[in-house]
């Protein structure tokens, strides 16, 4: 039962910001936001977490919502290599991950 | 860092047959590993938790007798996938995790790919 939801698919042109939404709106106060990308037929790559204020990493950034039903991971320069399924998780107390489909990104040249 | 390693990368078995697969983390010591499977076009399933030096908990419609997990150092965990079908074919993930508490990151595997012919 994943917590999330996510646009299926997503385009993004090559150098550009891309943004990608999550809502999870029955979020409790104590679960952490986490945003893993799988590209094709590789193991899922791990990019940020938060739990309320934003984050920025080398990576990407979280900016989360006050109320924190909802979150975006930006990726500032999108490059072909980000092209991938990007994963917005909840993640459980008892640290267990609960995946969604993910929102297929798509960045083209 | 944070490295973790799977093998074999890939695997075809023969139906009735049980298959081995090794999760390392290389670079760090997890105290706690998780093991997924992955049909083509789906979202990663978790199929077990297992601590280091515990039985591993599975999650529900996970056959504990077929999927065997053993986690017996802080840096090794192995699935085995024992009387392998063709419905079984999949692909394996592994995940470790090094801290307890809050804020610990889950890395992965590159993945198993099991073929049952």
């Known amino acids: 039962d994943a917590k999330t939801t996510q646009p299926t698919s997503m385009d993004c042109a090559e150098g550009r910001a891309a943004n990608l939404p999550c809502n999870h709106s029955?979020?409790?106060?104590?679960?952490?936001v986490y945003w893993y990308r799988q590209i094709h037929s590789q193991g899922p790559q791990y990019i940020i977490h938060g739990l309320k204020n934003n984050e920025t990493n080398e990576m990407a950034s979280l900016i989360i919502t006050e109320d924190r039903k909802s979150s975006t991971l930006i990726l500032p320069h999108a490059t072909l290599r980000d092209t991938a399924v990007y994963y917005c998780?909840?993640?459980?107390?008892?640290?267990?991950?609960?995946w969604g489909l993910g929102t297929s990104l798509a960045v083209n040249p | 860092g944070a490295v973790v390693s799977q093998h074999p990368s890939w695997v075809i078995c023969k139906s009735g047959t049980s298959v081995k697969i090794e999760c390392r983390s290389l670079?760090?010591?997890?105290?706690?590993m998780f093991w997924y499977r992955q049909f083509p076009k789906q979202s990663l399933m978790l199929m077990a938790t297992?601590?280091?030096?515990?039985?591993?908990?599975?999650e529900q419609g996970v056959e504990k007798d077929k999927f065997l997990i053993n986690h017996a150092s802080l840096t090794l965990s192995t699935l085995t996938v024992t009387s392998a079908h063709p419905e079984d074919s999949s692909f394996y993930i592994c995940?470790?995790?090094?801290?307890?508490?809050?804020?610990?990151?889950?890395?992965f595997g590159p993945g198993t790919r099991l073929t049952v012919t």
């Open positions: 670079d760090f010591q997890a105290t706690t």
């Open positions: 995940s470790a995790s090094g801290l307890a508490g809050s804020g610990d990151e889950q890395y």
């Open positions: 998780i909840v993640r459980l107390n008892n640290r267990k991950l609960i």
């Open positions: 297992s601590n280091e030096g515990s039985k591993a908990t599975y």
């Open positions: 029955t979020i409790s106060g104590n679960e952490y």
